[in-house]
């Protein structure tokens, strides 16, 4: 097929394309009514970043939605943004970005191919099926060019999947490996399959953590479709709010997202809450996928002993074994996840960048990281929580 017959385009709001279009190529496996792998890259979710204002005008997420027509039809699009400043991302390239600057260069804008605030592995080229070889091809030159027309100084694509990282390396893409916890779903009935498979010691400590927690005097609630109410988002807005205040300086998401999300993403969320004595106190934030389940954010305006890891990760546990899931991305980093049960997975993400010799200092910084990654990444399975032979098993 000759790509002269694509046309790209920058569009500059998702109202601009059908919610069926884009998701045709976003999810196209929904088509038999399951659920998307991820609901990251839906027309909903995008939507309602950018319709509550948490991206766009004044937050350095300038929305410039990458597609590719053939004949008319979308065959290929990415969520793509211009970005002045390298917050909300999770694959940090700040040092870059100084280096760039000391040396007389404009680091930003930038272009970023991702899911904002978003550190969930999942596919940034999104490709109709039967188009994948000449749509992929479209969206990375077509990216490529217009940040090369235009005097950009990058593009990344962050928390692509592997399969897309091997793809953009063989078009010239600059590959990355980070690393995130996972648990592994070895097949487990319940949470108590799940800790007969850990070390005696590592089980105890489990239980004594769950024990404490769930004694922090009040019931813990999973919420997810029609149970979820606007009640339950103010509560949460609280601890969202105090949590982002202290990592970032101040929250990603507004207040309209949750509004919006429960509208559209009912669904696709589950709410983890703490009450005690009628208030809500603590919880988290979980998006299901067709084999994932997704934490996401985490807050509290009391604080008791192993509270946080009882929701976010015990209860994210018993929740994909209750829904069939074969994994929980609990977020990026964290090594005291190891300890319970989520062990070292490799993340990957592309870059490209225009200066030449600023790319081959990047190349050669990238050969030393990914192996500095790769051998933490064999040092910490080893010190896992699971007795020796299911380590084997799960590698």
Request: hydrophobic share 40%; net charge negative; aromatic share 12%.
């Amino acid at each position: 097929m000759d790509q002269a017959q694509i046309e790209i385009q920058i569009l500059g709001s998702l109202d601009q394309i059908p919610a069926d279009e884009w998701d045709a190529c976003a999810c196209p496996e929904t088509v038999d009514g399951g659920r998307p792998f991820d609901p990251f890259t839906t027309h909903r979710f995008l939507s309602a970043l950018e319709n509550s204002g948490s991206v766009g005008r004044g937050t350095g997420w300038q929305p410039q939605y990458l597609t590719a027509y053939l004949d008319g039809m979308l065959i290929a699009c990415a969520p793509m943004y211009a970005k002045s400043h390298s917050q909300g991302e999770y694959i940090f390239d700040h040092s870059w970005a100084h280096a760039y600057e000391r040396a007389g260069g404009r680091y930003y804008p930038k272009l970023q191919i991702a899911v904002p605030f978003t550190p969930a592995t999942g596919r940034r080229f999104l490709v109709r099926p039967g188009y994948e070889g000449i749509g992929q091809s479209a969206l990375v030159q077509g990216a490529v060019q217009l940040a090369a027309d235009n005097r950009i100084s990058s593009l990344h694509i962050t928390f692509c999947t592997p399969k897309e990282a091997e793809i953009g390396q063989q078009m010239g893409l600059m590959d990355r490996i980070s690393q995130q916890f996972h648990w592994l779903n070895d097949g487990y009935d319940h949470f108590d399959d799940f800790l007969a498979s850990l070390s005696s010691r590592k089980r105890k400590n489990i239980r004594k953590e769950r024990a404490q927690a769930q004694g922090f005097g009040g019931e813990i609630q999973v919420l997810s479709g029609a149970d979820l109410r606007p009640e339950h988002w103010d509560a949460f807005w609280v601890f969202y709010q105090d949590t982002g205040a202290r990592k970032w300086g101040s929250p990603y998401l507004s207040r309209d997202f949750f509004d919006l999300a429960q509208e559209t993403m009912a669904d696709d969320m589950a709410l983890v809450l703490a009450r005690r004595n009628g208030e809500y106190v603590a919880g988290a934030l979980n998006f299901i996928g067709r084999e994932t389940l997704f934490g996401r954010y985490w807050g509290c305006i009391e604080h008791h002993p192993f509270l946080h890891f009882e929701l976010c990760y015990y209860q994210a546990i018993d929740l994909a074994i209750r829904l069939g899931l074969g994994r929980v991305e609990a977020g990026a980093q964290g090594e005291h996840k190891l300890a319970r049960g989520y062990l070292p997975t490799q993340t990957h993400s592309l870059h490209w960048v225009g200066d030449a010799g600023f790319a081959d200092a990047i190349a050669e910084y990238l050969r030393a990281e990914s192996a500095a990654v790769s051998e933490e990444i064999e040092i910490l399975t080893d010190y896992g929580p699971f007795r020796k032979a299911q380590v084997e098993e799960q590698e």
